[in-house]
C-alpha cells in the first residue's frame, strides 16, 4: 500500500499570499488530521476530517482552514500568511476516526518570507 | 486537560550504549500511548505503541511499558546504533478528542 503522500514538499512565499497544501491518505482511511511543527513551539494539532467532515479543531485561528474530498484526500489553507507560519505541516491518516494508529506523510516545508 | 512531558535533550552517547527517554503523561481515562521517530528531512514514523496499562510496546529493540500509577510510558534500548540518532516523540492519543498530543521532542545523536 502506499503511504500519505503530501504536495508540494517546500513551499515559498511572502507574507500576505495565501497557500494551499493537499494530502492524499493511505488507500482505504477515511481520517485525515493536520499538525503543524515548529521549532517553538513543537508539534500541535490543527484539525481533524473524517467523511468530509471537520470533527475537531485545535487552537488556531481562523486563517487556517481545511477541507476533505469524497476520495478522502485533504486540502488545508492558509490565509494572510504570516512570518511565523513558517513551519514544517504534517498529515497524518487513520482508518476509522476512532483509530489511535496513525501514520504520516513525509511532509510540506512551509517558508514565508 | 491532555499532555505529555518529555525528557529534554538533546541526548548524546555512544555506540552501543543503553537508552532512555522518559516520558509521562496527564490524561483522563486509559489514552494510548505512542513514540514517534523523526529522521532528519522526513515525517513522523511509529516506532511502538500500547493501548492499556501494563502493556509493553516493542520495535527495533526498543521498548516501552505503560505504567498507569507512574503515568509513564519511557522509551528504552539496549544498544543503540548510530542509524538510531534521531528526534523522538511521545504522544498520547485520547478517543473522542481524536487527536495525537505530543511531547516536545528528545533529539538523539549517537557517536560511533
Known amino acids: 500500500k502506499a503511504g500519505v503522500t503530501q504536495t508540494p514538499r517546500y513551499l515559498i512565499k511572502t507574507r500576505g499570499q495565501q497557500v494551499t497544501l493537499s494530502c492524499s491518505p493511505i488507500s482505504g482511511h477515511r481520517s485525515v488530521s493536520w499538525y503543524q511543527q515548529t521549532p517553538g513551539q513543537g508539534l500541535q494539532f490543527l484539525f481533524e476530517?473524517?467523511?468530509?467532515?471537520?470533527?475537531n479543531k485545535g487552537n488556531f485561528p481562523g486563517r487556517f482552514s481545511g477541507r476533505q474530498f469524497s476520495n478522502s484526500r485533504s486540502e488545508m489553507n492558509v490565509s494572510t500568511l504570516e512570518l511565523g507560519d513558517s513551519a514544517l505541516y504534517l498529515c497524518?491518516?487513520?482508518?476509522?476516526?476512532?483509530?489511535?494508529?496513525?501514520?504520516f506523510g513525509p511532509g510540506t516545508r512551509l517558508t514565508v518570507l | 486537560g491532555n499532555s505529555v512531558t518529555q525528557m529534554e535533550g538533546p541526548v548524546t552517547l555512544s555506540e552501543e550504549a543503553f537508552l532512555t527517554i522518559n516520558c509521562t503523561y496527564t490524561?483522563?481515562?486509559?489514552?494510548?500511548l505512542f513514540w514517534y521517530v523523526q529522521y532528519p528531512g522526513e515525517g513522523l514514523q511509529l516506532l511502538l505503541k500500547?493501548?492499556?496499562?501494563?502493556d509493553k510496546g516493542s520495535n527495533k529493540g526498543f521498548e516501552a511499558t505503560y505504567r498507569k500509577e507512574t503515568t509513564s510510558f519511557h522509551l528504552e534500548k539496549g544498544s543503540v546504533q548510530v542509524s538510531d540518532s534521531a528526534v523522538y516523540f511521545c504522544a498520547l492519543f485520547k478517543t473522542g478528542a481524536n487527536n495525537l498530543f505530543f511531547g516536545t521532542g528528545t533529539r538523539l545523536t549517537v557517536i560511533p
Open positions: 500500547a493501548t492499556k496499562a501494563d
Open positions: 476530517y473524517f467523511s468530509e467532515t471537520q470533527r
Open positions: 490524561a483522563t481515562g486509559y489514552p494510548s
Open positions: 497524518a491518516s487513520s482508518s476509522t476516526g476512532q483509530s489511535n494508529e496513525q501514520f
